[in-house]
């Protein structure tokens, strides 16, 4: 008999598999982290890729893009020594705005701003939660060649210098984070993050997929028309522990860590699988429905056809989105779900059950949560009360010999299929 522990949360999941099963660990690479993060990205900032802005003494005011609850970005190895250059700069603190990169999520309060800055930010900086749908805290800048129109937060972009701050690890559909994208879908409008996010359906729009995928090079443009002087990007191991920081132009500083972040994340798979066990990690990614969803995306690459998923993912704060949660309701079959995703067009939040559908229509997917089994099957995934009583019930349908994958951090995983067939 072999245990498991799959993150949920900030604990745990645990499962017992008999001998008579062989279990598959699909992981990110496991990379020490070196033993002082904070000069990792001094060193960063001191050696920046390409040709940025330095802080003169001619600049009044930065603003500083970071992400908001649902990242586990490390602000507080990022931040102090891009603050203390910036400092060293003679531009006051007051002038120096940390804008929380939502998108379309909620606005973070004041209040929870502990949950992503040391306090010694929070009361020294001015913090300012973006609101995408706050069109009279927006400048239009045209459109994109893909056209996309651009609208961004003003603060951030009438600002003498724009920086911006996050991870660089696999998206489920942008191909990577990291770069551009804090801003370009992190500080925008609703309209400018819905009319990107359309091209959701293009064959490149998926995991690990840059040069090639419209969304991702929609946002460089939309990062370039905003003019953002400097991105400091962080590269995390399985543990969440700062490895690598990398400072520069955009473009520079994606080209490098896209290479740094395959090496640690891109794992070769060999066959599909019958049942896989995933988690995005724990939290705070498994927040809420909406982010654990990504965990199907990756997932799902290695699951066969009429396979099992298992999400492992605590969604403390329930669904995520409001308009992802209305547009279930009434809905019972999957062909439901395509069907009036296309009619009523692409939006942001109802783009999430589309992407569930379209696993969910070729494979059985569990999740053990906080949420109610009446919520949870709204949303055509099928409730369990615990993990080992999803595998008991997942083998109950599946073949004799069932092959079997664990992927605990399957958002920082990338499933390399070598000779798959079925």
Same mark, same amino acid.
Request: aromatic share 6%; net charge negative.
């Given at each position: 008999?072999?245990?498991?522990?799959?993150?949920?949360?900030?604990?745990?999941?645990?499962?017992?598999?008999?001998?008579?099963?062989?279990?598959?660990?699909?992981?990110?690479?496991?990379?020490?982290?070196?033993?002082?993060?904070?000069?990792?990205?001094?060193?960063? &900032?001191?050696?920046?890729?390409?040709?940025?802005?330095?802080?003169?003494?001619?600049?009044?005011?930065?603003?500083?893009?970071?992400?908001?609850?649902?990242?586990?970005?490390? $602000?507080?190895?990022?931040?102090?020594?891009?603050?203390?250059?910036?400092?060293?700069?003679?531009?006051?603190?007051?002038?120096?705005?940390?804008?929380?990169?939502?998108?379309?999520?909620?606005?973070?309060?004041?209040?929870?701003?502990?949950?992503?800055?040391?306090?010694?930010?929070?009361?020294?900086?001015?913090?300012?939660?973006?609101?995408?749908?706050?069109?009279?805290?927006?400048?239009?800048?045209?459109?994109?060649?893909?056209?996309?129109?651009?609208?961004?937060?003003?603060?951030?972009?009438?600002?003498?210098?724009? &920086?911006?701050?996050?991870?660089?690890?696999?998206?489920?559909?942008?191909?990577?984070?990291?770069?551009?994208?804090?801003?370009?879908?992190?500080?925008?409008?609703?309209?400018?993050?819905?009319?990107? $996010?359309?091209?959701?359906?293009?064959?490149?729009?998926?995991?690990?997929?840059?040069?090639?995928?419209?969304?991702?090079?929609?946002?460089?443009?939309?990062?370039?028309?905003?003019?953002?002087?400097?991105? &400091?990007?962080?590269?995390?191991?399985?543990?969440?522990?700062?490895?690598?920081?990398?400072?520069?132009?955009?473009?520079?500083?994606?080209?490098?860590?896209?290479?740094?972040?395959?090496?640690?994340?891109?794992?070769?798979?060999?066959?599909?699988?019958?049942?896989?066990?995933?988690?995005?990690?724990?939290?705070?990614?498994?927040?809420?429905?909406?982010?654990?969803?990504?965990?199907?995306?990756?997932?799902?690459?290695?699951?066969?056809?009429?396979?099992?998923?298992?999400?492992?993912?605590?969604?403390?704060?329930?669904?995520?989105?409001?308009?992802?949660?209305?547009?279930?309701?009434?809905?019972?079959?999957?062909?439901?779900?395509?069907?009036?995703?296309?009619?009523?067009?692409?939006?942001?939040?109802? $783009?999430?059950?589309?992407?569930?559908?379209?696993?969910?229509?070729?494979?059985?997917?569990?999740?053990?949560?906080?949420?109610?089994?009446?919520?949870?099957?709204?949303?055509?995934?099928?409730?369990?009360?615990?993990?080992?009583?999803?595998?008991?019930?997942?083998?109950?349908? &599946?073949?004799?010999?069932?092959?079997?994958?664990?992927?605990?951090?399957?958002?920082?995983?990338?499933?390399?299929?070598?000779?798959?067939?079925?």
């Amino acid at each position: 008999m072999m245990q498991f522990k799959i993150p949920y949360g900030k604990v745990y999941q645990t499962i017992n598999i008999s001998a008579e099963y062989h279990a598959d660990i699909i992981e990110p690479e496991d990379t020490p982290a070196p033993p002082d993060p904070l000069n990792i990205v001094s060193e960063a &900032l001191e050696k920046p890729f390409g040709t940025p802005q330095s802080f003169d003494k001619k600049a009044q005011s930065v603003a500083i893009a970071i992400n908001d609850k649902t990242r586990p970005v490390p $602000h507080e190895y990022l931040l102090p020594p891009l603050l203390d250059k910036i400092a060293m700069a003679g531009i006051p603190n007051s002038n120096v705005f940390l804008l929380i990169a939502t998108g379309t999520h909620v606005p973070m309060k004041p209040d929870e701003f502990k949950l992503i800055l040391p306090p010694e930010i929070i009361q020294n900086y001015p913090v300012i939660s973006h609101n995408c749908d706050d069109i009279t805290n927006l400048v239009d800048l045209g459109s994109t060649s893909r056209q996309t129109p651009i609208a961004v937060n003003r603060q951030f972009y009438q600002a003498d210098i724009r &920086l911006a701050v996050g991870n660089i690890e696999p998206h489920h559909f942008m191909g990577f984070s990291g770069g551009a994208k804090s801003v370009s879908i992190g500080l925008t409008g609703r309209n400018t993050i819905n009319t990107n $996010h359309s091209m959701l359906d293009d064959p490149h729009a998926k995991i690990a997929e840059f040069e090639l995928n419209p969304m991702r090079q929609d946002v460089e443009e939309i990062g370039q028309k905003i003019g953002i002087h400097l991105v &400091l990007n962080s590269i995390l191991n399985g543990n969440r522990e700062l490895i690598s920081a990398l400072a520069g132009q955009s473009a520079d500083v994606m080209k490098i860590g896209i290479e740094k972040s395959r090496n640690i994340c891109q794992n070769k798979v060999f066959h599909l699988y019958d049942l896989v066990i995933a988690s995005v990690g724990g939290y705070p990614k498994d927040i809420n429905l909406y982010q654990a969803q990504k965990a199907i995306s990756h997932a799902s690459l290695i699951t066969k056809n009429g396979g099992v998923l298992i999400l492992v993912a605590e969604c403390a704060e329930g669904i995520g989105s409001t308009s992802f949660e209305q547009f279930m309701t009434g809905i019972t079959k999957t062909e439901e779900v395509m069907l009036k995703f296309r009619e009523t067009g692409f939006q942001i939040g109802p $783009h999430k059950a589309f992407m569930i559908a379209k696993q969910a229509a070729r494979i059985h997917i569990y999740l053990i949560s906080k949420l109610s089994a009446d919520v949870t099957r709204k949303f055509l995934i099928q409730p369990s009360i615990d993990l080992q009583t999803a595998f008991s019930d997942a083998i109950d349908i &599946l073949p004799n010999h069932p092959k079997i994958a664990i992927m605990p951090h399957a958002t920082n995983t990338i499933p390399y299929l070598v000779g798959v067939s079925g």
